[in-house]
């Protein structure tokens, strides 16, 4: 996984018989190596580092902590500090709009945020408006099928603004409805306009991006073309799993300053988690 090399930096902290300068500046170092290798902008890979060797050549240790453990809790706070907020969405009747490019996951990412609010209690459906990607319907719907989760969708209509408007009618008695809307190689003119009607039509309380993370740094640009034609409150990465350069999408949502709802961590519909900030960086650190 990305930013595995994270671990080892503060092993080294941990085995060294002294805390000092020397060390601090090698770590700052290790954790440099670490982000840029997991294709954080570097810009970002600047700003963390720079704050974590300030803090730790010049903070007094804390009492009750060692000069190991007040490194490592610098090192925390500024790699936390560095992904920011994740997005929680509360458990309410609501309406959830996915979008992103054909590819990113969306239809799997459907599904695995339909299972997880189910399994929360919400009564949750999930809407096929992707009419572009002829097999999405029936993958949408077999996912759903397996989980016992109610499906919208109509095979042979191209009108994917008619099939919310008729879904939205259908699926009045729930309270969680995801809708799956269609995605293009690049961000066109035309996916743009059928993104805002999908979202005037829905009128949805998340508009979530979905972005894969094997795209690296090019996520920052895909998520802020994103952000201009349609307005994004929060993103997922999916396939964090595959990759080494999963640090890119993380540093693409900190960079738009749109909030990661959830990352997706493998193929079957139960990889997939909430994006709690403290518990992600704190498995970073082993
Ligand atoms: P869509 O075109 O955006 O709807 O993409 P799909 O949902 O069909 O997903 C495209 C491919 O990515 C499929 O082979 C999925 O199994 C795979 N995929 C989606 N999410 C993940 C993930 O988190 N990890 C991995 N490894 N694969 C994923």
């Excluded at 945020?113 to 572009?132: N, P, Q």
């Excluded at 008619?162 to 729930?174: F, Q």
């Excluded at 690049?186 to 009607?197: G, S, T, V």
């Excluded at 350069?245 to 959830?262: V, Y």
Aim: glycine share 8%; charged share 30%; hydrophobic share 45%.
């Amino acid at each position: 996984m990305a930013l595995e090399a994270l671990k080892e930096a503060v092993r080294k902290i941990t085995r060294s018989a002294t805390v000092d300068k020397a060390l601090v500046e090698e770590i700052v170092k290790d954790i440099q190596r670490a982000l840029i290798k997991a294709d954080v902008n570097v810009r970002h890979v600047k700003e963390i580092s720079d704050a974590i060797k300030k803090r730790a050549l010049s903070e007094e240790v804390l009492e009750g902590l060692n000069p190991r453990e007040h490194i490592i809790k610098i090192v925390y706070e500024e790699l936390l500090k560095g992904i920011g907020e994740g997005l929680e969405i509360p458990l309410k009747k609501s309406k959830i709009m996915l979008v992103g490019l054909q590819g990113s996951g969306k239809t799997t990412t459907t599904a695995k945020l339909a299972k997880y609010f189910k399994d929360k209690g919400l009564r949750t459906a999930v809407v096929c408006a992707d009419t572009w990607r002829p097999a999405a319907y029936d993958q949408l719907k077999q996912l759903a099928e397996n989980y016992g989760i109610a499906f919208y969708g109509e095979r042979e209509s191209k009108d994917a603004v008619k099939i919310v408007e008729n879904a939205l009618k259908k699926l009045k008695d729930y309270d969680m409805i995801i809708i799956d809307t269609a995605g293009r190689h690049a961000l066109e003119k035309e996916l743009i306009d059928e993104m805002i009607e999908i979202a005037k039509v829905a009128n949805p309380d998340y508009k979530l991006l979905v972005l894969d993370a094997a795209i690296g740094q090019l996520a920052s640009k895909q998520a802020k073309a994103f952000h201009e034609a349609i307005g994004i409150d929060g993103i997922i990465i999916t396939k964090f799993d595959g990759t080494a350069k999963g640090g890119g999408a993380l540093s693409a949502a900190r960079e738009i300053g749109i909030p990661i709802a959830f990352i997706g961590t493998g193929e079957k519909v139960e990889d997939f988690e909430r994006f709690d900030p403290a518990g992600f960086v704190s498995r970073l650190l082993g």
